[in-house]
């Protein structure tokens, strides 16, 4: 069965660079899927960040899309979130997933919690 | 974008109560739409997809119906494991965007 976990800090300072790691086991991050990030704020719904394919096609949020870098590490069966000149307004649950050609999100992390707060 | 809206924000319902879920769409969609479910510090699973196709192992009291603009998620007897936060996802057209999500308490 695939499972997907986040790793990376917890806490980041305004201005800063929230960086997250997705760990993939039960499936190849070479697999015909997309690879996604999904964030939640606090009390407030869901938001697609972006993905990528595994020979390194991406595609961004145009919300996020000047601050936003995904990327994918095929040697450890990662893919990986950088999100730059972060503020009060990015704290929140961060959420890797997979999805299928047709971005049907099928399997999700449970998600990991990033404030940004000096 | 897409907007998705779901209605209710909340839903109070007893065990056994059968439930309905709008999610409408700020244009058509077809029929790409699916349906999430989230527990407290869980991941999310996804429950319905294609509108009405439901994930292989998702129990047969969870339906999915419509298509363009309007969409619904059913469950015709709840369970004591179906309070949760339900999602609908549209993944029609770029950039895929969900529902602000309905809660369901007891």
């Known amino acids: 069965q695939v499972k997907l976990q986040e790793s990376g800090p917890g806490l980041v300072k305004p201005s800063g660079t929230l960086s997250l790691t997705c760990s993939v086991s039960?499936?190849?991050?070479?697999?015909?899927?997309?690879w996604s990030w999904v964030r939640q704020p606090p009390g407030k719904g869901l938001e697609w960040i972006g993905e990528?394919?595994?020979?390194?096609?991406?595609y961004y949020n145009p919300s996020l899309e000047s601050r936003v870098t995904i990327s994918v590490d095929k040697s450890k069966n990662q893919f990986s979130l950088e999100l730059k000149s972060v503020t009060a307004a990015d704290t929140a649950v961060y959420h890797c997933?997979?999805?299928?050609?047709?971005?049907?999100?099928?399997?999700w992390g449970q998600g990991s919690l990033v404030t940004v707060s000096s | 974008d897409i907007q998705m809206t779901q209605s209710p924000s909340t839903l109070s319902a007893s065990v056994g109560d059968r439930v309905t879920i709008t999610c409408r769409a700020s244009?058509?969609?077809?029929?790409?739409l699916a349906w999430h479910q989230q527990k407290p510090g869980r991941a999310p699973t996804l429950l319905i997809y294609?509108?009405?196709s439901l994930k292989s192992g998702v129990p047969s009291r969870f339906s999915g119906g419509g298509s363009g603009t309007e969409f619904t998620l059913t469950i015709g007897s709840l369970q004591p494991d179906d309070f949760a936060i339900y999602y609908c996802?549209?993944?029609?057209?770029?950039?895929?965007?969900f529902g602000q999500g309905t809660k369901v308490e007891i």
């Open positions: 990528i394919y595994h020979f390194g096609s991406t």
């Open positions: 039960g499936d190849s991050i070479s697999s015909d899927y997309w």
């Open positions: 997933a997979r999805a299928q050609r047709e971005r049907l999100i099928e399997y």
């Open positions: 294609k509108a009405s």
């Open positions: 996802q549209q993944y029609s057209a770029f950039p895929w965007t």
């Open positions: 244009q058509s969609i077809n029929r790409w």
